[in-house]
């Protein structure tokens, strides 16, 4: 499995960005697309997910400010990301699981969000 994220950029604080993760055999295997996220200095941490079935999941720091979606077709998961924080600065990166381990990750794209 290929994974590849984009849509990243300097947007100031309360902007919105919408970041694409490209996922090759999406349609054809039951993954799970999670989004991750790490600051410098700090953890990777969790942003959000989507299981094959469509079932989103969000980290409490996102809840109401991030929407994860998805297009089949496009084999696209999408990151929505409202409201963004300075705190939101990270370099954003998909990964893709079948059972409890993201053994797939694609490179990240940089969020800058300015105050």
């Known amino acids: 499995v290929q994974l590849q994220a984009s849509g990243g950029g300097m947007v100031q604080a309360g902007g919105s960005l919408r970041l694409s993760c490209t996922v090759s055999?999406?349609?054809?295997?039951?993954?799970?697309v999670g989004w991750f996220r790490q600051s410098p200095g700090k953890e990777r941490e969790f942003v959000a997910s989507?299981?094959?079935?469509?079932?989103?999941y969000y980290a409490d720091s996102v809840k109401g400010r991030f929407t994860i979606s998805e297009h089949n077709a496009a084999n696209t998961v999408y990151l929505r990301m409202n409201s963004l924080k300075p705190e939101d600065t990270a370099v954003y990166y998909c990964?893709?699981?079948?059972?409890?381990?993201?053994?797939?990750w694609g490179l990240g794209t940089l969020v800058t969000v300015s105050s």
């Open positions: 990964a893709a699981k079948v059972g409890q381990q993201y053994n797939y």
């Open positions: 989507i299981s094959w079935a469509g079932s989103p």
């Open positions: 055999e999406r349609t054809s295997t039951m993954y799970t």
